[in-house]
Each structure stands twice: as C-alpha cells, then as structure tokens.
C-alpha cells in the first residue's frame, strides 16, 4: 500500500535526491556478527520525511549504509506516455538517474509498477482518473506495455514487478478494472520475453488478504494465492505486501512460522517482501508502540529465513510528516502507514533501527535458485 499521493508531491525533489545519493556513495557497511548470514537483500525505498533537503541528505547517509538494495515503487506517467511520449526518453529521464546513482552505491535495485491506487485498492490512479481515463481502455493497456518494456530493457532491475497486490484489487475492485489488470501484465510480460529479455518478472500479492485476515466480511480461512498464480503464470518470483498490524495481530509473536513460507506454493516460487512493516504508534483502533515495532523486525526476519526469500524492502526508512506535504495529519488512508520508518521525522532512530542493523549485519548469502 505504498503512499501514490505523497509521491507524486516529491517528483521535484528527484534531482536534489540523486545529488544527495551521489554524494554519499561511500557504500555499505556490513560489520558485525557474521554467525548466522540471511538469504535476502535488505533495503528501503527513497522516500523522505518530508520535502526538505537537509533532511533527505541525512536520510539517505543513514539508510545507505544499513542496505544493500533499493525498491522503486512507480506509478506509469500517464500524461506523458497518453500525450504520446517516447517511453525510452521518458524511462532514460525519470529512472535511469537514479538507478545509475543506487548502481554507484552498491545496490541491487528492484523496481515495481503500479498499476492503480495504491492507498485504495478499490479505485484507480488518481493521476489516470484525472486525465478521463481507466486501465479498462486498450489505448491506456497498449502505452502500459511500451512502458514496462523500456522499463525491463533500459533500467534492466534484479527484479521487475508488473503489478502490486494483485488479490487485493481482486477483492476490493470491480472485476472489469481486475481483468485489465490481469491482461495488461500478461502482455507486458509476453513483449518483454518476446524482446528477449529475461529479467525476473512477478506481481505482489497482500500477505493478508491470502491468509483471509483482511476480507471485505472480516477473518476467514487461509485462502491462499492459487487464483494469482493462474491469472499471472509469466510470474518468476512472488512479491509479498504485508501488514500485520492491520490485520489484527497485537503483537508479532501471533504472526505464524509460515506466514511468507506458506505463500510460495507449488512448485515453490522464491520470495521477495517489497513493502510492508509495523507501526510504532497507536492509530485508530490499531494499538502498538515502538517495542512491537521493534519485536517485528526481529521476527520478520526469523520469517524470512524460514521462506528463504530473496529480498526485503521495509519501504519507508523514515516516519512521514504529512504536515509537510500538505496533507492533513488524520488522513484515514494513509496515516496508517507514517509511523512505520525505523527513524521518526527528524531521523531519531527507533529501537527498530538497531534490531534492524542487527539483522543486516549478518552476511548476505543468496540460497541456490
């Protein structure tokens, strides 16, 4: 459920960003325990507290040398790519800086398209509906595969992800809107394989909502991913969306053995959680703290080595100051996602942050394919 709207208000900061990366490319630092090593890359994406530069330089030099990977979750340009825009000149401008720079740095980068809204899995881009449009229109689906195919060729990610949680917009939105959904990433995947190009491909799917946690008629049984597999076959790896505090659990210790484990199927798909995380502040009716932010860390990682999953994004580094933006503070869509950064808004770290580094400390150990 990452934060589309907050996004888009950052996309003018995008070159203040890369000068900042650029700057602090002094690489990772892995130091520490090296008794146990994890199967999976560790990182973040580059969202920032909020739209000021000193705070974004300082973000950055924490988090990059507590990772060694990067997500990029994006949202199609619609207006560049309907008003006729070349995707490759668009790609080579808006993502390319960036990947070059996480290159720089040491990282391995995964890159996820978004195909609707991102905080409300019932509707569909903002920035789409605006422009009179919908992902159910052939033109809409057509300039979509130019785009992720530039995207898979130019920007050439460890791993590319086609849609995000993909049973949750089954769930939540209107069957002609999933439909779209399903075709438009199975042709996308077609032109890219068909252009030869064979960087992993998946879709993510909301750990909850597979483990009936987060039904529209409330808990049901484990319903699994069976439907996702069928729907998206071209699928090389699973992405993961979790969020268990919103889905009931109090405390993480309730989260079972093989909540990711479970979702790998048959035959086994390997796993990569591409968001997802635990808030360390009360919100709503959702009760939780620091110390139970903390408490997740520790045990997605003991989750993670039971799935032997191949990457982990915690997505946001940083808490959000929606103030900043110009959003209100109470937004019930997104306020249940600012306080899950292993730093606040100022960057004062967590005790998130130190189980973090704890878990990265150990050495990175890819398992055999």
């Given at each position: 459920?990452?934060?589309i709207?907050l996004?888009?208000r950052?996309?003018?900061l995008?070159?203040?960003?890369?000068?900042?990366?650029?700057?602090t490319?002094?690489?990772?630092d892995?130091?520490?325990?090296?008794?146990?090593?994890?199967?999976?890359?560790?990182?973040?994406?580059n969202?920032?507290?909020?739209?000021?530069?000193a705070?974004?330089?300082?973000?950055?030099q924490l988090?990059n040398?507590?990772?060694?990977?990067?997500?990029l979750?994006i949202d199609?340009?619609?207006?560049?790519l309907?008003?006729?825009?070349?995707?490759d000149?668009?790609?080579?401008?808006t993502?390319?800086?960036?990947?070059?720079v996480y290159?720089?740095l040491?990282?391995?980068?995964?890159?996820?398209?978004?195909?609707?809204?991102?905080?409300?899995?019932?509707?569909?881009?903002?920035?789409?509906l605006?422009?009179?449009h919908?992902?159910?229109?052939?033109?809409?689906?057509?300039?979509y595969?130019?785009?992720?195919?530039?995207v898979?060729?130019?920007?050439?990610p460890?791993?590319?992800?086609?849609a995000?949680?993909?049973?949750?917009i089954?769930?939540?939105?209107?069957?002609?809107?999933?439909?779209?959904?399903?075709r438009?990433?199975n042709?996308?995947a077609?032109?890219?394989?068909?252009a030869?190009?064979?960087?992993?491909?998946?879709?993510?799917?909301?750990v909850?909502?597979?483990?009936g946690r987060l039904?529209?008629?409330?808990?049901?049984a484990?319903?699994?991913?069976?439907?996702?597999r069928?729907?998206?076959?071209?699928?090389?790896?699973?992405?993961?969306?979790a969020?268990p505090?919103?889905a009931g659990?109090?405390?993480?210790s309730?989260?079972?053995?093989?909540?990711?484990?479970?979702?790998?199927?048959?035959?086994?798909?390997?796993?990569?959680?591409?968001?997802?995380g635990?808030?360390?502040a009360?919100?709503g009716?959702?009760?939780?703290?620091?110390?139970?932010?903390a408490?997740?860390?520790?045990?997605?990682?003991?989750?993670l080595?039971n799935?032997?999953?191949?990457?982990?994004f915690?997505?946001?580094?940083?808490?959000i100051?929606?103030?900043?933006?110009?959003?209100?503070?109470d937004?019930?869509?997104?306020?249940?996602?600012?306080?899950?950064?292993l730093?606040?808004t100022?960057?004062?770290?967590?005790p998130?942050?130190a189980?973090?580094?704890?878990?990265?400390?150990?050495?990175?150990?890819p398992?055999?394919p």
């Amino acid at each position: 459920m990452p934060m589309i709207a907050l996004r888009a208000r950052t996309a003018a900061l995008l070159a203040i960003l890369l000068a900042l990366l650029a700057s602090t490319a002094c690489g990772s630092d892995a130091s520490g325990p090296r008794a146990k090593s994890r199967t999976y890359l560790m990182g973040f994406s580059n969202f920032p507290p909020a739209p000021d530069a000193a705070l974004q330089r300082r973000s950055v030099q924490l988090w990059n040398t507590r990772s060694d990977a990067a997500i990029l979750h994006i949202d199609p340009p619609w207006e560049s790519l309907l008003a006729g825009g070349d995707p490759d000149f668009i790609v080579s401008q808006t993502i390319l800086p960036l990947t070059s720079v996480y290159a720089s740095l040491g990282k391995q980068v995964v890159i996820e398209t978004d195909l609707t809204n991102g905080i409300d899995r019932a509707a569909e881009s903002p920035a789409l509906l605006a422009l009179g449009h919908s992902i159910t229109e052939d033109t809409v689906q057509k300039v979509y595969r130019r785009y992720a195919l530039s995207v898979a060729r130019l920007a050439a990610p460890q791993y590319l992800g086609l849609a995000s949680e993909t049973n949750l917009i089954r769930l939540a939105s209107s069957p002609a809107v999933y439909a779209a959904v399903v075709r438009m990433t199975n042709d996308a995947a077609a032109d890219i394989r068909s252009a030869g190009n064979q960087t992993p491909l998946y879709v993510s799917v909301q750990v909850d909502v597979a483990w009936g946690r987060l039904g529209l008629s409330g808990p049901t049984a484990f319903v699994g991913i069976d439907r996702d597999r069928a729907d998206f076959p071209f699928i090389n790896v699973l992405g993961l969306s979790a969020y268990p505090y919103l889905a009931g659990y109090t405390d993480p210790s309730q989260v079972p053995d093989d909540y990711f484990s479970r979702l790998a199927g048959t035959p086994a798909l390997r796993e990569l959680v591409t968001e997802g995380g635990w808030s360390s502040a009360n919100i709503g009716a959702v009760h939780s703290s620091a110390e139970l932010q903390a408490a997740w860390i520790d045990r997605a990682s003991t989750l993670l080595d039971n799935a032997h999953a191949i990457a982990w994004f915690q997505l946001d580094f940083t808490d959000i100051n929606l103030a900043a933006f110009g959003l209100p503070a109470d937004d019930p869509q997104v306020a249940p996602f600012v306080f899950i950064g292993l730093v606040d808004t100022v960057l004062a770290p967590k005790p998130a942050l130190a189980t973090w580094d704890s878990v990265f400390a150990r050495q990175h150990s890819p398992a055999s394919p």
